[in-house]
T-cell receptor
């Protein structure tokens, strides 16, 4: 039973517009969330995180929103750039260096 | 700083063969882990370690063995390769000082094909 879900396998967005990637989770005890970005033939790299005591965290063009009541988080990228084309994973740390990942969303930015 | 390194980059095995995927980090991180990535399934945890001499199983440990004799190295052994183990394998490490919420650093991956 998947605890972290990304229901959109792919997303295409015009350059300059906003990209919104979604993630749902089932365990209300989760209190920290991360987004990783992955280019082909490379390992994932950390992008942004949010603690459950916040509902928003912003870092440049990237903002993550957390809706605890809906068990939902979203990553907003604005404006979207061609270099943002990658696979994005949401993930939950579970102690001991363990991460539970969503299935990923492949974002394609159309020039 | 090389970060997290993995060797080999690509390997082809025949069913039943064994091999070791190497992982090393030079950041003095306590936590290390192995994941596999399969299409449509994200990354799934195979084994993890919170320090030298300490290892534990993740979500999909069957068919894999690990040991952690040094802080730097965390090899993953396939005992008898099966086609179901065809995947991309990632090693990761983190310093372990923030209870698991710290950033994890991933290696570039090993692509394994089992025929």
């Amino acid at each position: 039973d998947q605890q972290v879900k990304q229901n959109s396998p792919s997303l295409s967005v015009q350059e300059g517009r906003i990209s919104i990637l979604n993630c749902d989770y089932t365990n209300s005890m989760f209190d920290y969330f991360l987004w990783y970005k992955k280019y082909p033939a490379e390992g994932p790299t950390f992008l942004i995180s949010i603690s459950s005591i916040k509902d928003k965290n912003e870092d440049g063009r990237f903002t993550v929103f957390l809706n605890k009541s809906a068990k939902h988080l979203s990553l907003h990228i604005v404006p979207s750039q061609p270099g943002d084309s990658a696979v994005y994973f949401c993930a939950v740390p579970e102690g001991g260096g363990k991460l539970t990942f969503g299935t990923g969303t492949r974002l394609t930015i159309i020039p | 700083n090389a970060g997290v390194t993995q060797t080999p980059k690509f390997q082809v095995l025949k069913t039943g063969q064994s091999m070791t995927l190497q992982c090393a980090q030079d950041m003095n991180h306590e936590y290390m882990s192995w994941y596999r990535q399969d299409p449509g399934m994200g990354l799934r945890l195979i084994h993890y370690s919170v320090g030298a001499g300490i290892t534990d199983q993740g979500e999909v440990p069957n068919g894999y063995n690990v040991s952690r004799s040094t802080t730097e190295d965390f090899p993953l052994r396939l005992l008898s390769a099966a086609p179901s183990q065809t995947s991309v394998y990632f090693c990761a490490s983190s310093h372990g000082l923030a209870g698991g919420t710290e950033t994890q650093y991933f290696g570039p991956g090993t692509r394994l094909l089992v025929l």
